[in-house]
């Protein structure tokens, strides 16, 4: 059945069976003695106030250094530390559920392990969109979700079932949100079919030659887009994509390309590149991360994909895959790249039966690859996931940090995350625009 019939027949499920609002948003609230790690990099706060009201953060003070209002409700945080709320830069929600009804609860378990925002990065927008108009608006429990429209070569079309099935109902090739471009097409109508998916940036697929890469990237900015692209996108190369100007390429595998004699035009083998005899530290790479620094390109590394494709499924993928992945991660790290945290993936553990909605977010071990094999310190690995996945999303002036007037995502934690970043895990509530939220009955 179409998306958009189904859609009107399905009601919400009942708020109740998803999270339960601890406090209300009318009154200011107050959480004092926090220990605050806000996403910047900067070394943790102790003995902080966060005062919130309505959705955003209107102040961050020294406990005791401000007078409460008389009003205001106070949540006193001794022993806990206060984190943003973390943002999955890649996920994958259409086709992640058999049917609509079980998106809610999916999206409330990506919520209550602390993801108060994701990117989706192509599927079904008709879903899409529709979903993040309830998180969006907050009537149901979810993340805000912020999506793309995806273009591609023809050929990739003919090639990819899964483009087949997220634009079902609608000519292969030529849904707002699922586009064939070729030299032939006028990209300005494309852009703007596009951004009236209600799209917030287009990614830029596979089967493009450098020459369209940059007419797109050039047309979509114009027109207020942001540009995400496979870091190869076959033909084009990682340095065709900087040099094009797009904001975010995605993962780090794919990298190896910049390196290789010559890069096939059909996208099918990206991720059979020749880890084995290119080097991560190869001319042509350390070149792309010194123009990627420059451009303030940010890499979505997404790690642990791969790395469960190369444990489960190693024939699809170059042997030594992910030595070299996390080396070059590290590398660009290293380098000034910023890099931010995505799982490619529905958000969330899945396996014959489902996703698994009692698991943490797939985010928190995507932090902890960054942690344990690619050099970064626990602050710095949940600055990837908040203030730089914010930046990849257009979003760093909203959302990404504890920041005065930013929307107020936080995820209180039981443990401290700088000496262990598992402690991400360890939840005790979760602050999504203001509005406090933790699990029944904990």
Not at 68 to 96: C, E, F, N
Not at 126 to 141: C, K, W
Not at 153 to 164: H, I, K, T, V, Y
Request: one cysteine or more; hydrophobic letters at 45%.
């Amino acid at each position: 059945m179409p998306a958009r019939i189904f859609l009107k027949r399905l009601p919400l499920l009942a708020l109740s069976m998803l999270t339960t609002p601890l406090l209300a948003a009318e009154s200011p609230l107050l959480l004092t003695h926090a220990t605050i790690i806000d996403g910047t990099g900067s070394p943790a706060q102790p003995n902080m106030t966060i005062a919130i009201d309505g959705q955003r953060i209107s102040a961050i003070y020294p406990d005791g250094s401000q007078a409460a209002p008389k009003a205001a409700r106070v949540q006193d945080l001794s022993g806990r530390y206060v984190i943003p709320g973390l943002i999955d830069a890649h996920v994958h929600l259409t086709g992640a559920e058999p049917d609509f009804a079980h998106y809610q609860p999916h999206l409330q378990a990506l919520l209550r392990g602390g993801v108060t925002a994701v990117r989706d990065m192509a599927g079904d927008d008709r879903l899409v969109a529709y979903l993040a108009g309830e998180a969006n608006s907050d009537a149901l429990p979810s993340p805000d979700i912020f999506f793309v429209a995806l273009m591609a070569g023809p050929s990739f079309f003919a090639e990819d079932g899964r483009a087949q099935e997220a634009s079902a109902g609608e000519p292969l090739g030529f849904a707002p949100w699922m586009q064939a471009i070729s030299a032939t097409t006028d990209i300005p109508l494309a852009v703007a079919e596009a951004k009236g998916t209600g799209a917030t940036a287009l990614k830029l697929y596979a089967n493009l030659p450098a020459n369209l890469v940059s007419k797109i990237t050039a047309e979509a900015h114009r027109q207020g887009l942001r540009v995400w692209t496979h870091a190869t996108i076959f033909p084009a190369t990682p340095a065709d994509a900087v040099n094009a100007g797009v904001d975010t390429i995605s993962h780090s595998p794919y990298l190896v390309w910049a390196a290789a004699p010559s890069v096939p035009d059909d996208y099918r083998g990206r991720a059979l590149g020749d880890f084995e005899h290119i080097k991560p530290d190869a001319p042509q790479i350390i070149a792309l991360f010194k123009a990627m620094k420059q451009h303030g390109t940010i890499l979505d590394a997404t790690l642990l994909p791969f790395a469960e494709e190369a444990e489960h499924h190693s024939k699809s993928v170059g042997a030594g895959i992910m030595p070299w992945s996390y080396d070059v991660t590290k590398l660009a790290h290293e380098q000034g790249v910023l890099i931010d945290v995505g799982t490619d993936s529905s958000g969330l553990f899945a396996d014959a039966h489902g996703p698994d909605l009692n698991a943490l977010p797939l985010e928190h071990k995507e932090m902890a690859l960054l942690v344990e094999h690619c050099g970064y310190t626990p602050i710095e690995a949940i600055q990837a996931a908040t203030q730089i996945s914010a930046a990849a999303m257009g979003q760093q002036a909203q959302r990404g940090s504890i920041s005065v007037g930013k929307f107020a995502d936080l995820v209180v934690l039981t443990a401290d995350p700088t000496r262990d970043i598992h402690n991400t895990g360890k939840i005790a509530f979760v602050v999504k625009n203001g509005h406090v939220y933790k699990k029944d009955g904990a």
